[in-house]
């Protein structure tokens, strides 16, 4: 099993920056796939940004050029830095975890972006 805790969200105004952490129970240098997802209100959950461990990366286009994802694997974390938010951009943020064909999911972290 893979128990994901994620940290970071809150409120930030149009064009600041956020920086949300995942933090795994196992180890994400085993672990498949890792990435993150969002859902605003009254819209399906979508794919922001996925990690594979041979670190390819995958961005939506929307958020090409102002999200980067990375893997701390001494810590354990997976983060994704957000610059040049937009208020599009509010949503509750998953972390998401491919472990032995097994999905898992973290419990989100809110992230509004508004004026």
């Known amino acids: 099993q893979v128990q994901l805790v994620e940290s970071g969200g809150g409120l930030v105004q149009p064009g600041g920056s956020l920086r949300l952490s995942c933090a795994s129970s196992?180890?994400?240098?085993?672990?498949?796939?890792m990435g993150w997802y969002r859902q605003a209100p009254g819209k399906e959950r979508e794919l922001v940004a996925v990690i594979t461990n041979g670190d390819r990366i995958t961005y939506a286009e929307s958020v090409k050029g102002r999200f980067t994802i990375s893997r701390d694997i001494a810590k354990n974390t997976l983060c994704l830095q957000m610059n040049s938010l937009k208020p599009e951009d509010t949503a509750v943020y998953y972390c998401h975890a491919n472990y032995l064909l097994y999905n898992y999911w973290g419990q989100g972290t809110q992230v509004t972006v508004s004026s």
């Open positions: 196992r180890s994400i240098f085993s672990i498949n796939v």
